[in-house]
């Protein structure tokens, strides 16, 4: 997969999203940008009126979804050499979502109003990391535990596994995407989601063992037999499900099923480096087999509620 | 035909000898990640047993026309149109349990439980055991589900139902969902020892 390429047209694609907004304000406010949690930060193009620019009633923020709950401004930090205000909320700011500011009076103007948002790259890399991490699709949302708990016996069995999940995932991800974007919403047909995706799931499964097996047969012979297992997996249906509910775009929906395939295999990997060494350990009869391998798992499922709450951007 | 239980026997058989989530192990997401209160087991379980039923009873009737070689497509599709049926009608019906279930409703379609039942099965029997083989696969599964939800809301919210019967909470670690793991464990260590003394009591006397 080209990835520079698609870094490329993201990119291409993110300019032309936010030169509208950039463009309104850009004579006077040079960039925005979110601070600490509660925080968003103005850079002036020249040295602004404390008066005006620090006084809370001249804003209005909102989330740009739900434009009737303005938040709270508890006050405008003006730094010494007048070219940057902070906006100091009550509460955190989700910085997931983009907030419209309108400020009054800056400059001589009546109005000025501007939006700010995450970087949209580091966004992706939040969808992604949330998949892969905090929103593990083994340990923190409970999917995929019939094939988790069937193939965390070896590590080789489980990294084969992981891989060709990763691959039917983000195949059948982004095909999901497609025919809900362009066919389903469009013929207002989402009541056939379910059977649209598990199809296509099923498709990707059969094209991939296809492909597999005529291009790489060594691949295929190592990697084959999991591909049977994918279908009656959770996870694989759940990524478009997650995508039609959230109504992701292309590479939000890229970054989630490259996540979820990712955390499968980390989950499976962890899991099948404990499951050898537990092969030695002196387990009470009663537990042995799928009791300890839950309680395992459950301990896991506990380390990775650490990640909650992980921000990167 | 090489059927030769009665319908009691096969409606038993899924409750107990081949419980679907502690015997067989299968289906195992739903049991560790909604069952928090019986209530939401038992909203699963019974989306599960209608799904099974109906799947298991389609399969059956049409089974002579199913060419061998795309039978998991057809099962595939029969499961996906049953639990689309299932779905829409909880979420017009009963949007406020439907919301606490989340995804796990639309997940049903990939329970390896259904497929297998349907391959093993409501592919080769009549429509009348099928009926019954789904019904208590279903059971089996509502059970199951029921059975750890109790366990967790006992113990975790010390309550039944949302009523409070024992007044305090005695580990509120149940209610968390990281828990649903240890429980499941637990309680299947706990059936193998049961099990496993009931087995050697016998084999002593």
Redesign the interface.
Same mark, same amino acid.
């Given at each position: 997969m080209n990835v520079k390429a698609l870094y490329t047209v993201l990119l291409a694609a993110l300019v032309c999203f936010f030169l509208p907004a950039a463009g309104a304000a850009a004579e006077v406010i040079t960039d925005k940008s979110f601070g600490e949690a509660n925080e968003i930060v103005i850079d002036f193009a020249a040295p602004m009126d404390p008066a005006t620019v620090g006084n809370t009633d001249n804003y209005t923020v909102y989330e740009k979804d739900d434009p009737d709950i303005r938040l709270q401004l508890d006050e405008v930090i003006v730094a010494d050499d007048r070219l940057s205000a902070t906006l100091v909320f009550a509460d955190a700011l989700n910085t997931t979502q983009t907030h419209i500011v309108t400020a009054e009076g800056i400059s001589g103007r009546a109005e000025e109003t501007f939006a700010v948002a995450q970087s949209y790259l580091g966004y992706l890399f939040s969808v992604l990391i949330g998949a892969l991490l905090i929103k593990n699709f083994v340990?923190?949302?409970?999917? @995929?535990?019939?094939v988790f $708990?069937g193939t965390s016996k070896r590590k080789t069995t489980a990294k084969g596994m992981g891989v060709v999940f990763t691959l039917v995932m983000v195949t059948s991800g982004l095909m999901s995407w497609f025919f809900y974007q362009f066919i389903l919403k469009p013929y207002h047909l989402t *009541?056939?989601q +379910?059977?649209v995706f598990?199809?296509l799931t099923?498709l990707t499964v059969q094209a991939v063992d296809t492909v597999l097996r005529k291009v790489n047969p060594v691949l295929f012979n190592s990697f084959g037999v999991f591909l049977v297992l994918v279908?009656? /997996?959770?996870v !694989? +249906?759940?990524v478009p499900?997650?995508m039609a509910?959230n109504e992701y775009n292309f590479s939000e929906t890229f970054m989630l099923s490259l996540g979820a395939g990712g955390g499968f295999l980390l989950a499976l990997y962890l899991m099948s480096s404990v499951s050898e060494r537990m092969s030695l350990a002196r387990i #009470? #009869?009663?537990?042995?087999g799928? =009791?300890? %391998?839950? +309680?395992v798992?459950?301990q896991f %499922? &506990?380390a $990775?509620?650490g990640f909650s709450g992980l921000k990167l951007f | 035909m090489a059927n030769d239980k009665n319908n009691f026997q096969l409606v038993a058989n899924g409750i107990l000898a081949e419980n679907p989530i502690f015997k067989l192990?299968?289906? &195992?997401? =739903?049991a !560790? @990640?909604i069952s928090t209160t019986v209530m939401n087991g038992f909203m699963l379980g019974v989306a599960v047993l209608f799904v099974q039923v109906f799947s298991s009873v389609t399969i059956s009737v049409f089974k002579d026309y199913i060419h061998p070689r795309i039978r +998991? #497509?057809t099962y595939?599709?029969t499961i996906?149109?049953w639990?689309?049926v299932i779905?829409?009608s909880l979420a017009a019906a009963l949007p406020e349990a439907y919301a606490k279930m989340g995804?796990f409703v639309?997940?049903i379609?990939? *329970?390896?439980i259904i497929?297998m039942r349907l391959e093993m099965f409501a592919c080769k029997e009549k429509v009348s055991s099928s009926f019954w083989d789904g019904l208590g696969m279903g059971l089996g599964f509502l059970v199951g589900m029921v059975v750890i939800g109790f366990v967790r809301e006992l113990l975790g919210s010390g309550a039944i139902l949302g009523y409070d019967v024992l007044g305090f909470k005695p580990l509120l670690f149940f209610i968390l =969902?990281?828990?649903? $793991? $240890?429980v !499941? @464990?637990?309680m &299947?260590? *706990?059936f /193998?020892?049961i099990e496993?003394r009931y087995k050697r009591s016998k084999g002593q006397k």
């Open positions: 340990f923190t949302k409970y999917l @995929g535990l019939c $708990f *009541f056939l +379910i059977v598990i199809g099923s279908i009656a /997996n959770c !694989v +249906i759940a499900l997650i509910s #009470p #009869p009663s537990f042995k799928l =009791p300890i %391998a839950f +309680i798992a459950g %499922a &506990m $990775f509620l | 192990a299968l289906s &195992m997401c =739903p !560790v @990640g +998991i #497509p595939t599709l996906a149109t639990v689309t779905d829409l995804i639309k997940i379609v990939a *329970f390896a497929t =969902p990281s828990a649903g $793991f $240890f !499941v @464990g637990l &299947m260590a *706990f /193998n020892y496993d």
